[in-house]
């Protein structure tokens, strides 16, 4: 089955920039969504289709997907941001076909 | 804007079968795709499987032989059934929504339900 790497953590500065990486064999030929998750709260939909912000979300969330890698940016990091964010994407060809990367925590401080 | 919500027991023992029950608020449950998903601290998100709003199925194969999604669209609610529990099943049960399968996202969560399995 299909496998998404994720690192486990990523730590970043307040007003800095934080890049969490997912990768994944030809990854660039899917559709790579992305959330994030805190505890007690319900998992949002961040970047959709590798790089499309859904309505609310902050213009420092964007997303890109190539190559191996797919790539979540968030810009101008607050302590807000702190989160587990997941890597997604659908494998038609298993019978496993929904596929989480095993999650990044994003640290801020 | 729709709503989900999990509901049911924050407790259940081993051997027995977890029940949980996501309500649907703001939104019809025709046309979309629902789907169980699980977070454990030590296995990040899980998919379970998904529904269908007609009624078709698809489950993960490392649960399929426990488990059982269904709904009524009478309630709007989607029920998950899962059992023969053990303490691996320990999880934070979420439903999700989406609009098709082979590409599309899930685009609305419900808070997530925690069920402990232990004794």
């Known amino acids: 089955s299909y496998v998404l790497t994720q690192p486990p953590s990523v730590s970043v500065a307040p007003g800095k920039t934080a890049t969490i990486t997912c990768g994944g064999h030809?990854?660039?030929?899917?559709?790579v969504h992305w959330y994030q998750r805190k505890p007690g709260q319900a998992p949002v939909l961040v970047i959709s289709?590798?790089?499309d912000r859904p309505s609310g979300i902050p213009e420092r969330f964007s997303g890109s997907n190539s190559g191996n890698t797919a790539t979540l940016t968030i810009t101008r990091a607050v302590a807000g941001d702190e989160a587990d964010y997941y890597c997604q994407v659908w494998d038609g060809s298993s019978d496993h076909p929904v596929v989480f990367g095993g999650g990044t925590k994003l640290t801020v401080l | 804007q729709v709503h989900l919500q999990e509901s049911g027991p924050g407790l259940v023992k081993p051997s027995e079968t977890l029940s949980l029950t996501c309500s649907v608020s703001?939104?019809?449950?025709?046309?979309?795709?629902w789907t169980w998903i699980r977070h454990s601290p030590g296995k990040g998100l899980e998919w379970i499987g998904y529904?269908?709003?007609?009624?078709?199925?698809d489950y993960n194969p490392s649960l399929s032989s426990r488990v059982t999604i269904s709904l009524d669209k009478s309630r709007n609610q989607i029920s998950l059934s899962l059992n023969s529990v053990t303490a691996a099943d320990t999880a934070v049960y979420y439903c999700a929504r989406g609009a098709g399968t082979s590409g599309y996202p899930f685009d609305s969560w419900g808070q997530g339900n925690l069920v402990i399995v232990s004794s």
């Open positions: 529904i269908y709003y007609i009624g078709t199925t």
């Open positions: 289709y590798d790089s």
């Open positions: 703001g939104g019809s449950i025709n046309s979309y795709y």
């Open positions: 030809s990854i660039g030929s899917r559709s």
